[in-house]
């Protein structure tokens, strides 16, 4: 059945005319809100992706600072174990806790510290203290390790320097780590291990036989071909 609308046909074209316009002017409308939207939305995401470029360039300057910093008082800590060889042990000592004053963690500062304390003051006391800290931040680190070694045997502790001496040896193949057993051994007159231990470290490092040459703790073994042999 159809439905017939009042009024005359002029009328009725009207009103259809009428709606047709408000149909377009709502799809219009739509249309632009709809890009609006679109619009806002997009630059929403540029914002939100310029904002996250931003941080991470910010995080990567943070860290590239922070890298460079950590490097200065690496070299800082190394200059002061230069001091410590050069028997500058207040100087040493001095650079050593100003590293530690602006790093508290570096484990570098804390090994130079100890060993200068121990031959500063020739007792294992607080410089030992510092060279436990330093393989507490870093239980793989070897210098530390030899330096205990050192201190013990400095001290005359020679069991326990060459138990440190070892344990560098597990991580390193250090020379001084081997030359150190040896010089104990010939202390002691040992001629087999102070061979074994004075061979390994020629084999790293040739140039200690011009050590060994000057080096009192051997003159108990030095008389035996077999050391002497060594040095040629």
Same mark, same amino acid.
């Given at each position: 059945?159809?439905?017939?609308?009042?009024?005359?046909?002029?009328?009725?074209?009207?009103?259809?005319?009428?709606?047709?316009?408000?149909?377009?002017?709502?799809? /219009?409308?739509?249309? #632009?809100?709809? =890009? +609006?939207? %679109? $619009?806002?939305?997009?630059?929403?995401?540029?914002? !939100?992706?310029?904002?996250?470029?931003?941080?991470?360039?910010? /995080?990567?300057?943070? #860290?590239?600072? =922070? +890298?460079? %910093? $950590?490097?200065?008082?690496?070299?800082?800590?190394? !200059?002061?174990?230069?001091?410590?060889?050069?028997?500058?042990?207040?100087?040493?000592?001095?650079?050593?806790?100003?590293?530690?004053?602006?790093?508290?963690?570096?484990?570098?500062?804390?090994?130079?510290?100890?060993?200068?304390?121990?031959?500063?003051?020739?007792?294992?006391?607080?410089?030992?203290?510092?060279?436990?800290?330093?393989?507490?931040?870093?239980?793989?680190?070897?210098?530390?390790?030899?330096?205990?070694?050192?201190?013990?045997?400095?001290?005359?502790?020679?069991?326990?320097?060459?138990?440190?001496?070892?344990?560098?040896?597990?991580?390193?193949?250090?020379?001084?780590?081997?030359?150190?057993?040896?010089?104990?051994?010939?202390?002691?007159?040992?001629?087999?291990?102070?061979?074994?231990?004075?061979?390994?470290?020629?084999?790293?490092?040739?140039?200690?036989?011009?050590?060994?040459?000057?080096?009192?703790?051997?003159?108990?073994?030095?008389?035996?071909?077999?050391?002497?042999?060594?040095?040629?």
């Amino acid at each position: 059945m159809r439905i017939k609308l009042p009024g005359s046909r002029k009328v009725k074209s009207t009103v259809l005319a009428v709606c047709a316009v408000v149909a377009i002017v709502i799809i /219009i409308t739509a249309g #632009i809100n709809n =890009k +609006k939207e %679109k $619009q806002i939305m997009q630059a929403k995401i540029e914002q !939100q992706q310029k904002q996250e470029k931003e941080d991470q360039e910010k /995080i990567k300057i943070e #860290i590239e600072e =922070k +890298k460079k %910093k $950590q490097q200065q008082l690496d070299q800082k800590a190394g !200059q002061a174990d230069a001091l410590f060889y050069a028997r500058k042990y207040d100087d040493a000592i001095k650079l050593a806790e100003e590293v530690i004053k602006e790093d508290p963690d570096n484990y570098i500062a804390y090994n130079v510290l100890g060993i200068t304390k121990i031959f500063k003051s020739r007792t294992l006391d607080e410089g030992m203290k510092d060279l436990d800290r330093s393989l507490q931040l870093k239980s793989d680190y070897g210098y530390a390790m030899f330096n205990k070694g050192l201190a013990y045997e400095l001290l005359g502790y020679y069991d326990e320097a060459i138990e440190w001496y070892n344990k560098n040896l597990k991580v390193e193949k250090y020379v001084w780590s081997y030359y150190g057993i040896a010089s104990i051994y010939g202390r002691r007159g040992d001629i087999e291990n102070t061979v074994k231990y004075f061979k390994k470290a020629i084999e790293v490092d040739p140039k200690v036989k011009e050590t060994a040459k000057d080096e009192h703790d051997f003159d108990p073994v030095r008389g035996d071909e077999r050391f002497s042999r060594l040095l040629k």
